[in-house]
């Protein structure tokens, strides 16, 4: 760098570029013309400027032991560290604010300070709007998601509720009358749920809700919805499912929980009843028949599957 004024110092100038080349620890010189804004701003006795900006600005006062910092161990050819953009109380109104920038260029190293124009300051506000308006957003639709998630799941088995439940089979039979396929539906009861509660407590009911919401999680295929239907009560909906697989499903989730280690409380077992869609039928009469083979098979001696 040599200190004859050149067209880019002039550029910079008009810019409000204000250029301070660093000549010693803490230590400037003023570098090519300096903007008038930086004049008005750190005045000097004689030269009309000050080459110690930090002595009337407190924002530059931390910057600068920043910069130090930097230009002490920066050993890159070229490298830079930028401040964050203030504004100084000397300023006229109108929004104006000052960036400054240590920038090491090899054998150089160069503190810049930066007026930013009104229309900048303009453009960081609608981007700052813009960002919160994203923010609000995004939190709008945690908010959304996180009432979604509550209204359609059960918060003790993390299962879907009756509601969703509901939702989905309608959606189902939708589908089977529209392209045909099959469809079936299982209806599982804890079998002596009350004695558990009665026996061990509440708490240890809900242990055994929970445990058994996740081994059905774990097990189903991930075409099929597991809800947690009511009270010790749940469903299983198995899309594209025949009569003789649910049955087959039905029997290992049945085997599945009567194997299951459920820690201090003796062995659970269920009851499930099985029902298939007939093209055309109502679902009330779909639950209800699977709802009716549930009942056989607590009647039958419980811990089995049924049919409908």
Same mark, same amino acid.
């Given at each position: ?15 409000? @570029? ?7 620890? !803490? ?31 407190? $924002? ?35 929004? $104006? ?16 300070? =930066? ?5 900048? @300051?303009? !453009? =960081? ?17 945690? *908010? ?17 509720? =009756?509601?969703?439940? $509901? ?10 009358? #529209? ?9 599982? *009861? @804890? *079998? ?13 009911? *809900? ?13 189903? #295929? ?81 811990? !089995?599957?049924?049919? !409908?």
């Amino acid at each position: 760098m040599d200190k004859d004024p050149t067209l880019a110092l002039f550029v910079l100038s008009a810019l409000d @570029i204000a250029v301070l080349r660093r000549i010693g620890e !803490r230590r400037y010189e003023m570098y090519g013309t300096v903007p008038g804004f930086y004049a008005r701003l750190f005045p000097g006795k004689d030269a009309g400027y000050c080459v110690t900006p930090w002595d009337y600005s407190e $924002m530059l006062a931390f910057f600068l032991d920043d910069a130090e910092s930097f230009f002490s161990r920066s050993t890159q050819n070229t490298s830079s560290l930028s401040s964050g953009i203030w504004q100084e109380e000397g300023l006229q109104a109108g929004g $104006m604010a000052l960036l400054a920038t240590a920038m090491n260029l090899g054998k150089n190293q160069v503190l810049i300070v =930066r007026l930013l124009s009104e229309d900048f @300051i303009d !453009r =960081r506000r609608i981007l700052q709007k813009a960002r919160e308006q994203l923010l609000e957003r995004r939190m709008l639709h945690n *908010d959304l998601e996180a009432n979604r998630h509550r209204t359609h799941f059960d918060a003790l088995s993390m299962l879907y509720n =009756r509601v969703a439940f $509901m939702e989905a089979l309608q959606d189902e039979a939708n589908r089977i009358t #529209r392209d045909g396929g099959d469809l079936s539906l299982l209806l599982m *009861d @804890i *079998d002596d749920f009350k004695g558990i509660n009665d026996v061990y407590g509440q708490l240890a009911g *809900d242990t055994v809700l929970a445990a058994l919401g996740r081994f059905l999680s774990k097990l189903l #295929r991930r075409e099929d919805m597991a809800a947690r239907y009511g009270g010790e009560e749940f469903a299983v909906l198995a899309p594209f499912t025949t009569q003789q697989q649910a049955l087959c499903m039905a029997e290992k989730l049945r085997s599945g929980i009567a194997g299951y280690n459920f820690g201090s409380l003796p062995p659970v077992t269920v009851s499930i009843g099985c029902a298939s869609y007939k093209s055309g039928e109502l679902l009330d009469s779909l639950i209800q028949r699977a709802d009716l083979a549930l009942y056989d098979a607590k009647k039958n001696g419980k811990n !089995r599957v049924q049919y !409908r």
